[in-house]
T-cell receptor
């Protein structure tokens, strides 16, 4: 089945550490997104990429960076993790012009 | 600016009751898309429906139905004869088709539905 996968699924890290979350997709979609979900706040967009050479900041990009290594891979990095980055992180994909997005299973990140 | 409001934070019903989840949106775009996603306790986000701004017909899929009213900027979701498996957080979302944020989803904060046996 064409799918969106995220690794790791769970991660506990310490304040100040660098951490990378990875997303891969076999859907053949050109657009990829990173969101974070906090209780009571819904999902907020961190970064998005319309193709390998097009990367854009979302609503809450401070403290994060991304890399689009290939059409199928989009990584999110926290250069120096802080406790308020504790959240559930989702990767999503879409096709240009289709608008609905398909989400990975999420990565639960805890920063202590 | 675009915005999605789900005023109901939590709803609790007893199995077999009908329940409606409200969604109100704001946008300056004339062409846009509206969505509903389901997030069950397992945590994944499941796409339920997409509706474009030119199609105001209601849609029914089994026990689920959606009522889109452009005049009130609402896109409400009704579950008929609710079941325990419907327990989840439901998100309404908006995507504009023009401007720098086109194609991005703006989510409401979600409504947590608990269906008790």
């Amino acid at each position: 089945d064409a799918d969106v996968t995220q690794t790791p699924r769970n991660r506990i890290t310490k304040t100040g550490k660098r951490i990378m979350l990875e997303c891969s997709q076999t859907k053949g979609h050109d657009r990829m997104y990173w969101y974070r979900q906090d209780p009571g706040l819904g999902l907020r967009l961190i970064y998005y990429s319309f193709d390998v050479k097009d990367i854009n900041k979302g609503e809450i990009s401070d403290g994060y960076s991304v890399s689009r290594q290939a059409q199928a891979k989009f990584s999110l990095s926290l250069e120096s993790a802080i406790p308020n980055q504790t959240a559930l992180y989702f990767c999503a994909t879409s096709v240009a012009g289709a608008y609905e997005q398909y989400f990975g299973p999420g990565t639960r990140l805890t920063v202590t | 600016a675009q915005k999605v409001t789900q005023a109901q934070t939590e709803i609790s019903v007893v199995e077999k009751e009908d329940v409606t989840l409200d969604c109100v949106y704001e946008t300056r775009d004339t062409t846009y898309y509206l969505f509903w996603y389901k997030q069950p306790p397992s945590g994944e986000l499941v796409f339920l429906i997409r509706r474009n701004s030119f199609d105001e017909q209601n849609e029914i899929s089994g026990r689920y139905s959606w009522n889109f009213q452009k005049s009130t900027s609402s896109f409400n979701f009704t579950i008929t004869a609710s079941q325990v498996v419907d327990s989840a957080v439901y998100f309404c979302a908006l995507s504009e088709t023009y401007g720098g944020s086109q194609g991005n989803l703006i989510f409401g904060k979600g409504t947590k539905l608990s269906v008790k046996p």
